[in-house]
C-alpha cells in the first residue's frame, strides 16, 4: 500500500544502513543515521533528556499502537489512525518541522515509529539500530514486540508488521499503507545527525 503524500515525504532521504547484526542491536561499526531516522533519534534523544523513563513510556505507547492497528482490516483505516496519533491532529507540516529540534511526547514518537515500519521497511533496520544505541534494550524490544504481533485484522499487516521486527530480508520489501501522506515526513532531504558518542559494545542478547 502506498503512503500517502504528506508522510512520505518525511521518511525517504535516509542511505540503507550496513550490514549489522541481529535487527535492533548495536553495530560498533555502523555509521550515525540520516535522513527520517536521524531527525527522529535526535528527537528522542531530547525526550530522554527531559524525562529518563521516555524509553518505558515509548514502548509502553508502542505497543498501545501496535494491539490497535493490528485489529484493523482496511489499509486506509491504518494510514488515517497513524497519521492521526503522529501529528496530533497539527498536520504534517507541523510535525515535520518539531522533527530533530524537539521532544516528541511518547505516544506521537510511538504511533510515528508504527507508521515508519509499515512505509518506509527498508529504512527500519537502521532505525532499530538507533534506538538500540540511544538506550541499550530499546532498539531489541521493539523489534520483540513487532515479530510478536497479532491480533484479527489484515493477514497482510500483520506479516509486515512480524518482518519489520525479524533482520532485514533480501529482495524487495512490502510496504503497508504507503498512500503518499507520509512523504512531507519521511523523504527527509537534510542530513540530521543521530545521537553520537555511544561506546562501541558487542551485540545484545534478544530479550525475553
Not at 8 to 16: S, W
Not at 106 to 114: D, F, I, K, N, R
Not at 156 to 169: E, H, K, N, Q, V
Not at 192 to 204: E, N, V
Request: proline fraction near 11%; charge should be neutral; aromatic fraction near 6%.
Amino acid at each position: 500500500m502506498k503512503p500517502s503524500g504528506a508522510l512520505a515525504l518525511i521518511l525517504l532521504g535516509a542511505p540503507l544502513p550496513a550490514a549489522a547484526g541481529p535487527v535492533g542491536a548495536a553495530d560498533a561499526h555502523a555509521v550515525a543515521a540520516t535522513g527520517f531516522p536521524g531527525a527522529f533519534l535526535s528527537s528522542a534523544r531530547l525526550a530522554l533528556a527531559d524525562d529518563e523513563l521516555f524509553a518505558s513510556w515509548l514502548l509502553d505507547a508502542f505497543q498501545i499502537h501496535l494491539q490497535s492497528v493490528a485489529s484493523m482490516t482496511v489499509p486506509r483505516a491504518v494510514a488515517d489512525y497513524l497519521e492521526q496519533s503522529s501529528t496530533s491532529g497539527q498536520g504534517m507540516s507541523d510535525l515535520r518541522a518539531k522533527l530533530g529540534r524537539a521532544a516528541l511526547p511518547p505516544p506521537q514518537a510511538a504511533s510515528l515509529l508504527l507508521a515508519h515500519a509499515l512505509v518506509r521497511p527498508e529504512q527500519f533496520p537502521e532505525m532499530l539500530d538507533g534506538l538500540e544505541i540511544l538506550k541499550p534494550g530499546l532498539g531489541l524490544h521493539t523489534a520483540a514486540m513487532l515479530r510478536a504481533a497479532k491480533g484479527g485484522g489484515d493477514k497482510r499487516l500483520l506479516s509486515i508488521l512480524r518482518a519489520a521486527g525479524a533482520p532485514p530480508p533480501l529482495g524487495k520489501i512490502l510496504t503497508y499503507g504507503d498512500d503518499g501522506r507520509w512523504a512531507a515526513v519521511f523523504d527527509f532531504p537534510t542530513a540530521a545527525r543521530a545521537p553520537s558518542g555511544a561506546a562501541p559494545r558487542p551485540p545484545l542478547a534478544e530479550p525475553p
